[in-house]
C-alpha cells in the first residue's frame, strides 16, 4: 500500500510561480506512473500531467502546456509540479496519484494511490 502526501499550495498572484511536491511512502514509487489532477470547486476532477515509472516521458492537459512541468526523483520518492504563469482558472485542490494502469496514466479510474491534496489559489 502506498501513501502520497502533497504539499507546497498557496496563494499566488496571476502570472506566479509554485511548485507542488508528492512524496510517497511504502510501495513500490519507482515501478509506476504517476499523475497530477485538479478539482476546482463544482467540477469534476480533472487531469494535469503524467510522467513514466523513469521519468523518461512525460504527458500534459492542453490547458497547462507549456507552463506546467512535472518530474520526478525516484531516489527519494518524490514528484514535483512546477506550475509557472498561473492564471485564476489553474485554482483548484491539486492532487498527486500513482499506481496507474498502464495506457490509463491520464484518467482518474485509472489510479489506485491518491493524496489528500492541497490549495492552489490564484488571485486576479
Known amino acids: 500500500q502506498m501513501q502520497l502526501v502533497e504539499s507546497g499550495g498557496g496563494l499566488v498572484q496571476t502570472g506566479g510561480s509554485l511548485r507542488l511536491s508528492c512524496v510517497a511512502s511504502g510501495g513500490t514509487f519507482w515501478t509506476y506512473a504517476m499523475g497530477w489532477f485538479r478539482q476546482a470547486p463544482g467540477k469534476e476532477r480533472e487531469f494535469v500531467a503524467t510522467?513514466?515509472?523513469?521519468?523518461?516521458?512525460?504527458s500534459y492537459a492542453d490547458s497547462v502546456k507549456g507552463r506546467f512541468t512535472v518530474s520526478r526523483d525516484n531516489a527519494k520518492k518524490l514528484m514535483y509540479l512546477q506550475m509557472n504563469s498561473l492564471k485564476p482558472e489553474d485554482t483548484a485542490v491539486y492532487y498527486c496519484?500513482?499506481?496507474?494502469?498502464?495506457?490509463?496514466?491520464?484518467?482518474?479510474?485509472?489510479?489506485?494511490?491518491w493524496g489528500q491534496g492541497t490549495q492552489v489559489t490564484v488571485s486576479s
Open positions: 510522467i513514466t515509472y523513469n521519468g523518461g516521458s512525460t
Open positions: 496519484a500513482s499506481g496507474a494502469d498502464e495506457g490509463r496514466t491520464t484518467v482518474v479510474a485509472g489510479y489506485h494511490y
